[in-house]
């Protein structure tokens, strides 16, 4: 909840997972996350606006390496792999609108172990520009009127319906990537055994499984 104070397992706990990085780009629904600090000495320029609602929130720089300053370098689109950068998820995802809208949860560091949720943000833009003699990414993001408590990953239908990766593969594997019903192994959909609509959820291994694209349309009619 907005101006929640958590300790940082606190924080983990909530997100599931450890927070390592400052950036995590989830794909919509999921909520993205970012963490932030105004603190002296802080890695980037964050900005809040004084009522909380518009953050300005900066890319992250390339990782450090020997002999080379992150900071004298254009902030990356690509990590060495070729894979983009969080930088470039969040960029290519801002100013989707609707059910696409990238939401980001933000939260301040306090002081060390310590964070402050500041709430449900909206990604509406960026820009990747000059700052001194570099070029860096400036997010901006607007407070969002969605319901802060949707936010939890499982809790509403909305999210629900959505089948996580770590689900799929460990369905895919259980499954061995074949059809359950015929074995086939074309045109597979991973199906909720329970339709979602019926209170079944996509966060469970146990209640979803492959079916191909004939068996799932026989069971869409079935429940018709
Ligand atoms: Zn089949």
Redesign the pocket.
């Known amino acids: 909840m907005r101006d929640e104070i958590l300790t940082y397992w606190e924080m983990c706990a909530r997100e599931k997972g450890s927070l390592q990085r400052g950036m995590y780009f989830r794909q919509p629904p999921a909520v993205s996350v970012v963490l932030m600090s105004r603190r002296r000495g802080a890695p980037y320029e964050d900005s809040l606006s004084e009522d909380g609602t518009v953050l300005i929130y900066e890319g992250h720089d390339v990782k450090r390496e020997p002999g080379m300053d992150p900071k004298s370098v254009d902030q990356p689109w690509a990590l060495p792999s070729g894979e983009p950068t969080e930088n470039a998820r969040f960029a290519r995802a801002a100013g989707a609108v609707g059910a696409n809208r990238t939401l980001v949860r933000v939260y301040e560091k306090l002081r060390s172990g310590i964070w402050s949720d500041k709430g449900l943000f909206e990604l509406v833009g960026y820009e990747y520009g000059d700052v001194g003699r570099r070029k860096v990414f400036k997010f901006r993001m607007r407070l969002s009127d969605a319901p802060d408590e949707i936010v939890q990953w499982g809790e509403v239908e909305e999210f629900k319906r959505v089948i996580p990766a770590w689900v799929k593969q460990a369905v895919y594997k259980r499954d061995k990537g074949r059809?359950?019903?015929?074995?086939?192994q074309d045109q597979l959909h991973f199906d909720h055994e329970l339709p979602f609509s019926k209170g079944g959820t996509g966060l469970a291994p146990e209640n979803v499984r492959i079916?191909?694209a004939?068996?799932n349309l026989q069971k869409g009619a079935k429940i018709e």
């Open positions: 059809c359950v019903l015929c074995g086939t079916l191909c004939r068996h």
